[in-house]
Every structure is written in structure tokens, then in C-alpha cells.
């Protein structure tokens, strides 16, 4: 009898020990208030779902190692990691559910990690479940923004072939990286709770697939109609429109499938042109009376000398006679392809100084 119960004590004890060892660990769900969203996110299989680019996860904490248990539907998206400011880790994740290992051997004190989602959309959808921090490590309450910057764009914006060093310009998902975008360098700068809604290859009037910016702008996972953002949940101060570029193409070409279906056999008139553009902006004004609106272009060849798109965004905005919306247009990079990092350095200076002079920021 006493053997048994020093057999079972000590199944017991080993129990414990194992039990205890499992649970060394800090897990922070998806659902922890401490945790800042940046961008669109959508809830899916008791997850966040980022599809956006710059989408991101964010967390204080007081620890030494972060992990995140995340899963992609394509296997083809980017994660940057970001830890005090400092890219520490990128992650290609898998189409299946999995634990990834952020960021190791940091000093036992406070950090700010960012679990940034440099793909946008079409590369995949990607579902964050939670992070998974040491054992002692503690939550400490979000961070909190100076500013907040939206931005709509296309493959400027998502930072199109910005890893292609070899100069190919090519735009799969390897070669993406929205944290360099211009878009992104200039949120920083400011401080900003910085949201984007961008695609590559979208236009306004016409794209490089049957649908435009117009059509999805208002959704929270844009391949999904019946998923309509909460324009209440976030409300910018500023609001950065860079498109046109891919609609200057494309009007062009009228044997292209999408000219076709938009437009038939005739070419948009500029009357018509400067119509959608005004629509468009009127709807981003109905959705946020009282941010500032800067209509920007550039910098690829839209705003080559000669080009006729960068005056019909001043007509359309002339039109409007809003104090609060401006026109803003980068200078043509003088380069094929589009903008290398380098170049989106010297975009987000510009904007930075637009911005600086506009908000007194």
C-alpha cells in the first residue's frame, strides 16, 4: 500500500513539474487590450486577420524574447519585426498554423515590438493568434501615437519591387516591402497611428483588373463586399491620395481587356476623369469631415513634364473649394521602373515637408 501511494505521489509530482514547465510562459491572445492594431484588421477563426499592407501587431512588454503563433492562406506573406524602432527579423509564414520565434536575447527591460505585415493583400491573408512571451515577462499598456495618417495609394505605396536590387522591378512577393515605403518612413517620422489602403496596379477610374479603388476603399478585407470598415474606429488627421498612375497607363490602351470594360471603344474624356477623381475625394470627405486631404501624384512618370494627370487633380479640387484639401505632387524620379528605396527616401522628405508646413506639425 505504501509503495503505491509513494508511486502515485511521486506521478503526481512529475505532473506538477511538467505542468509548470508547459506554462513557463507568458501567452498574450489576440484579444489582450494591450495589444495596438495598426490598420484595417478583421477578426477570422478566433483570430486577427491583416490583409492590408502595413497591417500590424503591436505590444509593449518588459521581457527578454517575444514569439507569435501566426498562419498565412498563401504561404507567401512577409512579416517585418520590429523591436525599439529596429528591424531585428523578417518572416516568410507558412500556410499552416505555427509558433515563430520574433526576437531572442533582448536585455530584461521594456521593449515595443511590431509584428508588421509588408505584403499587401494579394500576397495573402495573414491570421495572428497571439505572442507568446518569457515566463516573468509583464504586458505593460500600449504605446500611444503622436498623429494619424491614412494613406490610399497602389504600388508606390505598398512599396512595389523595393528588394529588387538587381533592378528588374519585379513585384512578387519577395521583392515587396511596405515598411519601406514611403508612406510608412513618413508615419514614423511623425509618430503616427498610420493606416494604408493600397494595391498594386488600382487606379480611380480604371485598373489592371476589373475593379478600382472607388469600389473597395470602404472595406475591411477588400475581396469582400459584405465586410464594410467602421470608418467610426479611426479617424485620421491626415489623409494622403497617391493615384493616378496606373489610370494614366491604361487609358492608353484601348485594346487592354480593362479600357474595354470601363470604357468601350472611347477614351475617357478629361471632364469624366476629373469627375471620378472628385467623387472619390468627396467620399473621403463624407468619412472624415475634419481631417486635412493632400491629393498627391508621383513620383513615377504621371508627373513627367507634359503629363495632363497632375492638373486634373487641381481641377478637381478647384472644383470642391475645400480650405482643407490640398494638392501635393512628387517630382518624376527621372528613372524606368518604380521607386527603389533610395527614392522613397527622398519621397517621404518631401512629404514630410509638405506636411510640416500644412499642419504646423
Known sequence: MMKRLKIFRLIVLISACFSISCSAQTVV???DPNIHYMGRIGTKDDAAELTWTASSAIINFDGTSAKATLQDDTGFDFVTVVVDGKVVNTIQVKNYKKEYVLVTGLPKSPHKLELFKRTEYEMGRLLFYK?????????????????RIEFY????TCGYAIEDLEGKDRGSYEFENGYKSYANLTARHFNADYYCIAKSGIGVTVSWFPYVMPEIYDRTYAMDPTQLWDFKKYTPEVVVVNLFQNDAWIVLQPDNPNFKARFGNTPPTPEFIVNA???FIGN???KYPNAKIICALGAMDATKKGSPWPGYIEKAVDNMRDKGIYTHFFPYKETGGHPS???HKVMAA????FIEKKMKW
Open 29 to 31: 491572445p489576440y484579444t
Open 131 to 147: 505572442f507568446t512571451l518569457d515566463a516573468d515577462a509583464k504586458v505593460l499598456p500600449p504605446p500611444v501615437y503622436k498623429h
Open 153 to 156: 495609394g497602389n504600388s508606390i
Open 277 to 279: 477623381y472628385q467623387k
Open 284 to 286: 473621403i470627405r463624407s
Open 341 to 343: 528605396e533610395k527614392e
Open 350 to 353: 518631401d512629404l514630410i515637408k
